[in-house]
């Protein structure tokens, strides 16, 4: 598989918005220290209408505008995961514990979209009740 199929189009009037794999998202440059890539899609390209923008690999997850490097933000969310609270992981990794929630909260709303994208897309059963 494609490492860009995993995007799709971030434009909500683009044929082609939310539909990963068609091939359709080139990059355009990288960026920034942790080399994020620029992407954007060749459907809007062609059709100026549609206001095509660029955007970073990283929008709608938890690394998207973060200042700490990508193994800290990992590691943060592993910490958590293994049930070690907010302060304690704050302070095993010397980040204000503020911090730690916030990353919690993106990472969960993150798990909430995906979740739901995958039960749209039949790939997931839903177990909400
Ligand atoms: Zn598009």
Do not use: W
């Amino acid at each position: 598989m494609d490492d860009l199929d995993k995007f799709c189009c971030q434009n909500k009037k683009c044929p082609q918005y939310g539909v990963r794999g068609e091939k359709n998202i080139r990059v355009r440059d990288d960026y920034g220290p942790n080399n994020t890539r620029l992407l954007y899609c060749l459907v809007c390209k062609k059709q100026p209408v549609l206001r095509p923008n660029n955007f970073s690999e990283r929008r709608g997850t938890v690394f998207f505008g973060s200042r700490l490097p990508e193994e800290t933000v990992v590691s943060i969310l592993e910490h958590v995961v293994e049930g070690t609270g907010m302060r304690k992981t704050g302070r095993l990794l010397n980040v204000d514990p503020d911090t730690v929630s916030r990353y919690t909260r993106l990472a969960g709303e993150h798990a909430e979209q995906l979740h739901d994208e995958l039960v749209m897309n039949g790939v997931l059963m839903s177990r909400r009740f």
